[in-house]
């Protein structure tokens, strides 16, 4: 399907988990000198107009990005998200969101690459538009579950997977599973981050639970965050499982998913649950 597009909910506080999650992952990545690569399956746009009609239509990033942009208390690495999101609204009103390919783009040095994902048609060419001139980005106008057949493993054979379709498709909860393991047989040293909506109707617990059966050496991890008096409808909550996550990010996980529920819903713990599906080494 490709009806979707994420404007109408970037910047909201999913993405601010989500993206959070990825900028701990990018930090782990740059702490090296061997160069990296970032493959992302389901790119969207590179930068979100919060002014847009369609940002504007459901605002949810005034309860998302808007709450925490100009916050300086953020953990270390989570601190470098926000850092991007202030760098492109150099004033003090809130304009433009960073999507993943920004925040990718940011952290990239000059050995390191970018593969992008991409097959609605209005986001492909606005992708293409913002990273024309940068040799250091691939695109590719493919379905995401393509994507991963087709372009792993990727030429730098350092690096991190970032997964996070629509779910408008039931049966991508089926789907995903398989292709990461398959993805994993071509390219098993690889860090692989899928985001998830906590639905009412459940469909993403399966999907957990095959993701805890991959051959992961380094463990897989998951972080989810359920926000309080979820609504009967609509998301109740969102989630990252993490195959093969970098030495102790976990604990940078759970300090930053803490802060965000903290600091969303002035909360006390608990909103912020984070745990291995499967251990390092098991």
């Keep these: 399907m490709l009806s979707y597009r994420h404007g109408f909910h970037a910047g909201n506080w999913a993405d601010v988990q989500k993206h959070t999650a990825l900028a701990l992952l990018l930090g782990h990545l740059r702490r090296k000198d061997k160069p990296f690569c970032v493959l992302d399956a389901f790119a969207g746009d590179g930068i979100y107009d919060l002014a847009a009609p369609e940002a504007l239509k459901t605002g949810e990033f005034h309860d998302g990005i808007e709450q925490f942009w100009q916050r300086r208390d953020a953990p270390a690495g989570a601190d470098w998200y926000l850092d991007q999101v202030r760098a492109i609204n150099p004033g003090e009103v809130l304009e433009r969101y960073p999507g993943s390919p920004a925040l990718a783009r940011a952290a990239l040095r000059e050995a390191d690459r970018l593969i992008l994902g991409e097959l609605h048609p209005a986001a492909y060419w606005a992708l293409k538009r913002w990273a024309a001139g940068d040799r250091r980005i691939a695109l590719h106008r493919r379905d995401g579950i393509e994507f991963l057949d087709a372009l792993l493993p990727p030429p730098v054979r350092r690096?991190?997977?970032?997964?996070?379709?629509?779910?408008?498709?039931?049966?991508?909860?089926?789907?995903?599973?398989?292709?990461?393991?398959?993805?994993?047989?071509?390219?098993?040293?690889?860090?692989?981050?899928?985001?998830?909506?906590?639905?009412?109707?459940?469909?993403?617990?399966?999907?957990?639970?095959?993701?805890?059966?991959?051959?992961?050496?380094?463990?897989?991890?998951?972080?989810?965050?359920?926000?309080?008096?979820?609504?009967?409808?609509?998301?109740?909550?969102?989630g990252m499982v993490i195959v093969n996550p970098p030495w102790r990010f976990a604990e940078d996980m759970a300090s930053a998913g803490d802060w965000i529920a903290k600091n969303q819903w002035n909360d006390t713990p608990g909103r912020h649950n984070i745990r291995w599906l499967a251990e390092p080494g098991a």
């Design 159 to 238: 690096g991190l997977v970032l997964v996070d379709p629509a779910y408008e498709v039931k049966d991508e909860y089926e789907k995903l599973p398989l292709a990461l393991a398959r993805a994993m047989g071509k390219w098993r040293e690889g860090i692989y981050a899928l985001w998830y909506p906590v639905l009412p109707a459940g469909r993403h617990m399966a999907m957990v639970r095959a993701l805890a059966r991959l051959p992961a050496k380094a463990g897989i991890l998951k972080s989810e965050i359920l926000p309080p008096g979820s609504p009967a409808m609509g998301m109740q909550g969102a």
